[in-house]
């Protein structure tokens, strides 16, 4: 079975530019959550998505992050314009939906804004 | 002051050495998770608990809820055991189990 997978693994853009980080969840994980971690903090909710709803945004920054499940399969998250501080490091993890699940994380997207 | 609280944050031991790191936690939760990073790799789980103790291998993951307190002990450490250990806590309002994360323990088995 195919574990998460994050497209792609490191990004360098300039500051102004758009990047689009994908997620491709485990087949059959109703549930799909965006984390991320910059330099020295710990890692951070983004949002959560199941299928193709966003159940809780709380964590997102502000407006220039846009996440999208089309589908209820792969997951978008689009950062424009990027910002110096939206460097670091975007987790996707899944699971299943019901009862308290272990969720399996991605290798993560390095993004790196200039 | 972060609702998850890891100690220590970095942690040095020569091989073979039993090793405890402590997490401590002032939410309600649903499950205490522990997670593995090696450097450059993926964030690995390692255990999920909500009460008592589990056990894989060479380690070891106990929790106490009244308490609030969850420790991940490492039996006959290994070099291969280095890594970042995470302790992270899932929310307590079912259905959303959105993760809250300590900072992480950096920990280095000296062969």
């Known amino acids: 079975e195919a574990g998460v997978t994050q497209f792609p693994s490191h990004s360098v853009i300039e500051k102004g530019q758009t990047v689009t980080l994908r997620c491709d969840p485990i087949?059959?994980?109703?549930?799909l959550y965006w984390y991320r971690r910059v330099m020295g903090k710990e890692i951070k909710f983004l949002l959560h998505?199941?299928?193709?709803?966003?159940?809780?945004e709380s964590g997102m920054p502000n407006n220039r992050f846009l996440a999208e499940r089309t589908g209820g399969t792969y997951s978008t998250l689009k950062v424009q314009p990027a910002e110096l501080e939206d460097s670091g490091v975007y987790f996707c993890?899944?699971?299943?939906?019901?009862?308290?699940?272990?969720?399996?994380f991605g290798p993560g997207t390095r993004l790196t804004v200039t | 002051k972060n609702e998850v609280e890891q100690s220590p944050q970095n942690l040095t031991a020569q091989e073979g050495e039993f090793i405890t790191i402590n997490c401590s936690y002032s939410?309600?939760?649903?499950?205490l998770h522990w997670l593995q990073q090696h450097p450059g790799g993926g964030i690995v789980s390692l255990f999920m608990?909500?009460?008592g103790k589990k056990k894989h291998g060479r380690l070891i993951a106990t929790i106490n809820i009244q308490e609030k307190h969850s420790s991940l002990h490492i039996t006959a450490s290994h070099p291969r055991d280095s890594a970042v250990y995470i302790c992270?806590?899932?929310?307590?309002?079912?259905?959303?189990?959105?993760?809250?994360f300590g900072t992480g323990t950096r920990l280095t088995i000296i062969p």
């Open positions: 992270a806590v899932s929310d307590s309002n079912f259905g959303n189990e959105k993760l809250t």
């Open positions: 087949s059959g994980h109703d549930n």
């Open positions: 993890a899944s699971s299943q939906v019901g009862t308290t699940y272990e969720q399996y």
């Open positions: 998505f199941v299928k193709e709803s966003k159940q809780d």
């Open positions: 939410v309600g939760i649903s499950a």
């Open positions: 608990l909500s009460s």
